[in-house]
Nanobody
Framework: QVQLVETGGDLVQPGGSLRLSCAASGSTFSASSLNWYRQAPGKERELVAGISSRGITNYADPVKGRFTISRDNAKKTVYLEMNSLSPEDTAVYYC?????????WGQGTQVTVSS
């Protein structure tokens, strides 16, 4: 069974930066694709960024050039580096692991961008 634990969410001022981490348990990490999603109040959950088992990355248009996803297979951890944050980035951020047809979610971490 896979468990995911996100950390790093915080209150940050506009223009600031944060790094989210998601630590995984289980033995499938290196063979899995990993994604960060976010859900703002009153909105649907949306994909923010993803990284394949081979390290290929993809980003949603609103975060391109500002966010960077990376993974450390030895630590079974995926990261989301977020720069130039704006209030529109305020949301609960969720880590997602996909291994073949199985999906796993973390509990989420709150990111609030406000002055």
């Amino acid at each position: 069974q896979v468990q995911l634990v996100e950390t790093g969410g915080d209150l940050v001022q506009p223009g600031g930066s944060l790094r989210l981490s998601c630590a995984a348990s289980g033995s499938t990490f290196s063979a899995s694709s990993l994604n960060w999603y976010r859900q703002a109040p009153g909105k649907e959950r949306e994909l923010v960024a993803g990284i394949s088992s081979r390290g290929i990355t993809n980003y949603a248009d609103p975060v391109k050039g500002r966010f960077t996803i990376s993974r450390d297979n030895a630590k079974k951890t995926v990261y989301l580096e977020m720069n130039s944050l704006s209030p529109e980035d305020t949301a609960v951020y969720y880590c997602n692991l996909k291994f073949y047809s199985s999906y796993y979610w973390g509990q989420g971490t709150q990111v609030t961008v406000s002055s």
